[in-house]
């Protein structure tokens, strides 16, 4: 598929999702490479590609990636088996994930959910595959349903879920006994805040409220090295006809920021951390990024 064609579904979000975003992307990236694209045509493709979404740092990480890795190496099948090589590190990172996240799911746990996040879904299901008797409570997230697909994902794989509506977090929090909450990230910053699916911020305001762990599960490069030089990422806001088509005036932000002191834990595929250990992921994985400009 086409470097247009591919920012274009990733846009319009039939690839959504943060790493089957940076995945496609790089994918797209290969397939340049693999016909013979030369650096300022790859340097064109990271562009569009980079421009699909603004606020899934995965996205730009895993372009510019591909392009480090093509002006690293000039010989084509020592470029292609290295950005093979990186897109099979992703799988790799998200099983590890699933791996070490299944450890802090116990058994009898009642889990909280938001959107549709793989690595969250990964880690449920891991841990259900180890014989764990959990229920979980999906919210449906609004405007765009992607905890239809948690719902549907995880009652697939065996799971016990309940469908919500999202006004019902903070409700659902007490009366069914709610020991977890997990999530995914679209970006983390330096300082450990996470960018996520609009209304997590206040799922967790709601955890911190009513004591209940919060915890996010995401694959180092969702980890943002631009805000280690004080960038904030940007926070998309989409088509205001996702909300509603008969109202003049909607906000429609896709994203929000959850500060680190409502989050207890990041699981990624180097181990579970503390939010403030996030600065020692990117010092030691993503520096190559600062200094490739
Ligand atoms: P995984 C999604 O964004 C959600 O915010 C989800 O939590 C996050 O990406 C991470 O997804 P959107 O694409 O990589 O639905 O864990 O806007 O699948």
Not at 27 to 40: C, V
Not at 113 to 122: E, F, G, K, M, V
Not at 124 to 137: D, E, Q
Request: one cysteine or more.
């Amino acid at each position: 598929m086409s470097v247009e064609d591919t920012a274009e579904r990733i846009q319009s979000m039939e690839v959504r999702g943060a790493l089957r975003i940076a995945v496609t992307a790089a994918e797209a990236m290969l397939s340049e490479i693999m016909g013979g694209a030369d650096i300022p045509s790859l340097e064109r493709s990271a562009g569009v590609l980079k421009a699909a979404r603004p606020s899934a740092v995965s996205l730009p990480n895993a372009v510019d990636y591909v392009l480090y890795l093509s002006r690293k190496h000039e010989d084509e099948n020592t470029r292609i088996k290295r950005v093979e090589g990186f897109i099979e590190s992703q799988r790799k990172a998200r099983q590890k994930i699933a791996e070490i996240g299944s450890h802090l799911i116990e058994e009898g746990d009642v889990l909280l959910t938001h959107c549709n996040s793989t690595a969250a879904t990964s880690v449920i299901k891991a841990a259900h595959s180890l014989g764990r008797k959990i229920r979980v409570f999906a919210t449906e997230s609004r405007p765009r349903y992607q905890g239809h697909l948690t719902y549907k994902d995880l009652s697939k794989a065996g799971v016990d879920v309940t469908l919500i509506v999202d006004s019902a977090v903070n409700f659902t929090l007490h009366e069914k006994n709610i020991d977890k909450v997990i999530v995914g990230a679209d970006t983390v910053y330096v300082n450990g805040d996470v960018i996520n699916k609009i209304g997590t911020s206040q799922v967790a305001l709601a955890a911190h409220v009513n004591d209940v762990d919060f915890m996010v599960a995401t694959e180092s490069i969702k980890f943002s090295p631009q805000s280690l030089l004080g960038i904030q990422t940007q926070i998309e806001e989409r088509d205001p006809r996702e909300v509603a088509d008969f109202a003049e005036q909607v906000f429609n932000p896709a994203f929000d920021v959850t500060p680190k002191e409502h989050i207890h834990q990041i699981i990624t595929e180097y181990g579970v951390i503390p939010p403030e250990a996030a600065y020692h992921i990117l010092k030691e994985h993503y520096s190559w990024r600062l200094e490739d400009g």
